[in-house]
């Protein structure tokens, strides 16, 4: 029977139980990424930390799902036509912009022009569009002038660059290599610009507008719901403090665990460690200037591959056995789609020896190589030392100059020579989503664009691209891929330098967390505490 002392402990507990969902809600959930955001543009920005940025506050046509599917998320769906030339997209009902504005075709048509301005993937597919058009106010089509076997994935790219959908008054008046000056997404957080201090923390709020959808959120796919009121994006240089602040609960996941910390980190109940890996692994790289001297020199860049000992480069960061991979030899990364060995003899096992030998063929002089050291990433900067090491003991007149990786950035993306403020090689780190592909691979999709600054441009590649690109069987994909990671290793167009895992880790008592290879803060639930 009820009582009436029964009704007030029910009601009392609904109260408490209210009232703690509310201060868990009200709670922000801070997380800690590798290096400050300093670009707010996620087209303009090569930077991972933007990417991360943009997710919050963007949204995109079509997610990767947690198998690497891609599926519709603003779309409603698209119909292809039988020659598989023409398609028909759809967008959900009810989408708005921050600013109370309604997304609309003409948005997404000006927003993948801008992006196909910039992105390797971007270009090639405009490159072979016909037409691409708003018919109504949701409805938008691409008709190709020729076959591409890769709309979807174009569309549904899930690292730099992404299909951001901006408004096309923004996307239509910022050219892509310049910054937008409004941040005004339709994703399911709302950036806060007073709270940004560039280089260390920027402010989200929950977007009230925002329409999910009705699938559950899986991987960057299904529904996108804000489930904590407030996010804070952090930078914290320190490794030691970041896992500290981890550990009294000042935030709540790290985008990467500190290496020398994770034994002690895994033995923590209250911590969760990642588990991520295919695409979600990542790759040391030498990025190289192929527009100056000495990396305009073949032979010059086969050095710098066989300086790359990757079992000495991850040993020496802290990635050993469970972590790295210094067996792959993969261009488009060892356990995703396009896989391959084909050119991997050339870089099997790297010698200083045989780099000093191919320097004196290459008739190297000593000339002076400006090397772009990132001080401030726990990622980056040990991998530069290592690689400072072994350049030397090759004989390369190495000249280091250290700063925060947000500088360099500023820097890496002009064509600048030596004595106006230019670079030669940047020791760079990408994912397994930015890699896999070829047509978005930073050693083979940039292929001859001359839109970016390691401006690489090798004749033979270029018709195994076009076939590539124009191809939609995967068999033959995976042929054609073999034959361009050849090409690549043999132009050296982007020295690989070791696969590895970088777990992220996040507080155990978070609940929703989708691991999926970089930091997704939507789903996130935080207790109240």
Known sequence: MLTRRTALAGIGAAVTAGSARAQSRAQPLRFVVNVGLQNLDPISSPSFVTRNFAYLAFDTLVSMDGKGEYRPQMLQ???ISADRLTWTFVLRPGLEFHDGTKVTAEDAVASLKRWGGRDSIGRRLMAATADLSATDERTFVLKLARPFGGVLEALGKPSVHVPFIMPARIANGTPPAQQVREIVGSGPFIFEREGWVPGERAHFRRNPRYVPRDEPADGLAGGKIAKVERVEMLTMSDPGLRVAALQTGEVDYLEYAPVDYLPRLRSNR???????????????AASLNHYFPPF???????AVQQVLDREEILGGVGFGPGLGQPDCTSLFMCGAAYSSTNGSDLIARPSLDRARELLRQAGYNNERVVL?????????????????????????????????WATHAQRWVQKQPLDQGGWNIVPVVYTGFDLANPLSNMGVGFNCTDNQPWGYCDAPMTPVIEAFEAESDPAKRRELAGQLQKLAFEAATFPIAGQFRSPAVWRSELRGVIDFGFPVIWNIQKPAR
């Open 296 to 302: 305009d020199n073949v032979l010059v860049r086969r």
């Open 270 to 284: 209250a911590m969760t460690i990642a588990a991520a890996g295919g695409q979600a692994e990542l790759m040391y």
């Open 372 to 404: 772009l050291l990132p001080a401030d990433s726990p990622l980056l900067n040990p991998f530069g030392l290592v690689l400072i090491d072994r350049m030397k003991r090759a004989g390369f007149n190495v000249d280091v100059q250290a700063a925060d």
């Open 77 to 79: 769906g698209w119909e």
